[in-house]
């Protein structure tokens, strides 16, 4: 009886968990910077996505890029200044990479800014969750 007791407490536990974890919204984010590449990874909720485009798009803007960030976005951006970045956007993920060794480090001041920015705005937002 014991054992079949603790199958079920075990059974029980483990789909608690995996309810938990479906269930998880949160904010997660990730920065590598090392002496060659800058990057960000974030996983968050879907709704914050549009956030997430408006502050890449106001930086895109502010060096009059032609392009835009639009919410399924996955590609390499030029700059008018010779900055160039990839670009993953969909909805609550976002993903840059700088190669750090193809841009000055002005360009890699104002990327550092703008992924800053963007885990600001996450982190605001997580927070007004609670």
Known sequence: MKKQNLLYLALALSVMLALSSCH??????RV?????????RASFDEDLTDDVQRVINRHL???NARSTAYIHTDCDFELGDGTNFYLKLKPG??????????NTEESYEDMHAMCDEIK??????DEDRY
């Open 24 to 29: 998880d919204h949160g904010v997660h984010i």
């Open 32 to 40: 590598n910077d090392d002496a060659d590449e800058y990057r960000l």
């Open 61 to 63: 803007h502010k060096h």
């Open 93 to 102: 993920q976002v993903r840059i990479r700088f190669d750090r060794d193809d």
């Open 120 to 125: 600001d705005v996450l982190a605001r937002r």
